[in-house]
Nanobody
């Protein structure tokens, strides 16, 4: 069982940076695919970034490409999201997700495990 806990959200001015963290606090003994999604107020949950296994290659939504970087930590099922050049439209609750092998990595319905989310607000 995977138990994901996100941290690192907060209030930041446009153009600023934040680093989100996601850690697996459960007893899982296998390594999962990991991703970040976000959900703005009144919007559907949308894909942000994922890091593939075993290659470690990354995929990003067009809206964050070149500004956000996803990476894995040394601990099992730990993932980070470095967010630079933040814009007001990046404001959302950011969720960490894990799955053994999602059928479509960009589709939230194919990810089995979710964290509780962390709020990111970009505003002056």
């Amino acid at each position: 069982q995977v138990q994901l806990v996100e941290s690192g959200g907060g209030l930041v001015q446009p153009g600023g940076s934040l680093r989100l963290s996601c850690a697996d606090t459960g007893p899982a003994s296998q390594t999962y695919f990991m991703a970040w999604f976000r959900q703005g107020l009144g919007r559907e949950r949308e894909f942000v970034a994922t890091i593939l296994r075993p290659s470690g290659s990354t995929r990003y939504a067009d809206s964050v490409k070149g500004r956000f970087t996803i990476s894995r930590g040394n601990a099992r099922n730990t993932v980070y999201l470095q967010m630079n050049s933040l814009k007001p439209e990046d404001t959302a609750v950011y969720y960490c997700a894990a799955d053994e092998r999602p059928h479509q990595y960009y589709n939230a319905r194919y990810w089995d495990f979710w964290g509780q989310g962390t709020q990111v607000t970009v505003s002056s």
